[in-house]
């Protein structure tokens, strides 16, 4: 801030500007050709620069001008500014072309074990110049306090935080899943009353646990199991209904490979949670998202929709 307030009081960039474009072309006519400007508009520019800076910088002819001493090394101070200014806008341009740097991203446990740690080989490869900085983390991260690039989060409700920059990169569902055997052994519940008589898998994560509120047509029901395990880690529970172990109530991102694999299938189609969570991609505040930040968010997204169990 103390840099860009003392461009302020010494001549902003555009007096600078149409002060060394004068300087280099010998004349206003000849500048404002150069800048596409009048050439009456860059001569108050040049005024008031030299007004702030209390020093004759030109000395004007009726048909040329020129450097005073003062205003030759101060012209030559300036050009190397300016050059400055330029180099860093070109760098600022070429990394946006050509995505680099480290990008620092939180992730859900099991959705980045999952979803994403399978995705990184390939994304790196495409883009070779950036490194990434992956935590697996259930916390919802501080994004701006903790330095953080993209933070996906796996949420029943929507985003609120209005500071952030938010995108819905994907809805999914709660169901009922157990495994073939299980049922072949104990039978297929017909109604959401019919879980009270069988094993079922608690997950003390989620946000109605010990219920398991449920919605087919319009019409809701409310279960409380009584679980022959619970656990606090949908994966474990996971496992344990691939193993025949009972019923549990879970997310379709996270059972989808065990749907599509046959080792699960689905309880009481048609039944499932009341709420529809997301997935939402997390990033820090400002209408310009990175270039790399962007790629590697469209990259998930891109994966959810083409390997999402619908």
């Known amino acids: 801030m103390q840099a860009v ?4 009081e010494l001549g902003g960039l555009d007096e600078l500007a149409a002060f060394v474009t004068v300087a280099e072309a010998g004349s206003f006519a000849a500048a404002a050709k150069l800048l596409g400007r009048d050439a009456s508009v860059l001569s108050r520019r040049v005024s008031q620069l030299e007004e702030r800076l209390g020093v004759r910088l030109l000395s004007r002819t009726t048909r040329r001008v020129a450097l005073t001493e003062v205003g030759a090394v101060y012209c030559r101070r300036v050009q190397g500014l300016l050059e400055e200014l ?8 070429d990394s946006a072309a050509a995505p680099q740097g480290l990008l620092r991203v939180s992730l859900p446990v099991s959705f980045g074990r999952q979803w994403v740690a399978p995705l990184l080989p390939g994304f790196l490869a ?3 110049r950036i490194r990434i900085d992956l935590r697996l983390t259930d916390r919802f991260v501080d994004v701006v306090a903790e330095g953080f690039d993209v933070a996906i989060r796996v949420a029943a409700g929507p985003q609120r935080d209005s500071s952030l920059t938010t995108r819905r990169i994907a809805s999914y569902r709660n169901l009922l899943v157990a495994a073939p055997g299980y049922l072949a052994a104990r039978g297929a519940p017909r109604t959401p009353a019919d879980l009270l008589r069988h094993a079922c898998l608690g ?24 679980c022959s395990l619970v ?8 496992a344990a209904a691939i193993g ?8 379709h991102w996270l059972a989808g490979p065990a749907l599509r694999a046959g080792t699960l299938v689905e309880v009481l189609p ?3 949670g009341t709420e529809r969570g997301g997935v939402y991609a997390i990033l820090p505040p400002g209408r310009l998202v990175p270039t790399k930040s ?6 998930v997204a891109g994966a959810i929709r083409a390997g999402w169990a619908r």
Do not use: C, M, N
């Open 294 to 299: 962007r790629l590697f968010v469209d990259e």
């Open 203 to 226: 997950f003390t994560g989620y946000a109605a646990w010990p219920d398991w509120p449920l919605i087919k047509d319009g019409r809701r029901e409310t279960v409380r199991p009584a």
């Open 5 to 8: 307030q003392q461009l302020r």
């Open 244 to 251: 025949g172990a009972g019923i549990t109530f879970t997310s």
């Open 270 to 272: 048609g039944w499932e």
């Open 231 to 238: 656990a606090d880690h949908s994966e474990a529970l996971l």
């Open 126 to 128: 495409r883009h070779p």
């Open 86 to 93: 330029a180099s860093a806008s070109r760098e600022a341009s």
